[in-house]
């Protein structure tokens, strides 16, 4: 049987409420995975980069990215991973609470993958999270 590759997330989101459902949805899914958390958008550029703390990083299969975040947005964030050749073929999914048309296009026009609307009722953002990881651990098929 083959084994399984441990797969690597990076969760950037600043609310620690939503980083903990985060990971409590993952955990019930069971997969071979490793989430690393950052709580802004200077953190999560450092992790991708291999920075200051970060340099023995690994290379995230797929980037969760909140847009309202301190020290750097999500946006900003985004449209760094999306113009950096070793980087943009991260599949890279907003997962935030804002709804505005104008982010939604924004994401998108900067090259996001998905634009996730966090569920404020605890049993649909569980069912997002799970959602989310079946459709691109278990359906998609990704560079490595």
């Not at 069971?30 to 990083?57: C, P």
């Not at 975040?69 to 999914?93: C, F, Q």
């Not at 634009?115 to 490595?144: G, M, N, Q, S």
């Amino acid at each position: 049987m083959k084994e399984q590759k441990q797969i690597e997330i990076l969760l950037a989101e600043d609310n620690p409420g939503d980083a903990r459902l985060t990971l409590e949805a993952f955990k019930e899914w069971k997969l071979a995975n490793e989430i690393h958390v950052v709580s802004d958008g200077e953190e999560a550029l450092s992790f991708l980069y291999r920075k200051g703390t970060y340099t023995q990083a690994p290379r995230p299969d797929l980037i969760l990215l909140d847009l309202n975040m301190p020290k750097k947005g999500g946006a900003e964030v985004l449209a760094d991973i999306k113009s950096n050749d070793d980087l943009k073929r991260i599949p890279t999914i907003i997962l935030t609470t804002s709804k505005a048309e104008q982010d939604i296009f924004r994401a998108y026009n900067l090259h996001a993958n998905s634009y996730i609307e966090k569920p404020v009722e605890f049993e649909k953002f569980i069912d997002a999270v799970k959602t989310l990881e079946h459709y691109w651990f278990a359906i998609v098929k990704r560079p490595f």
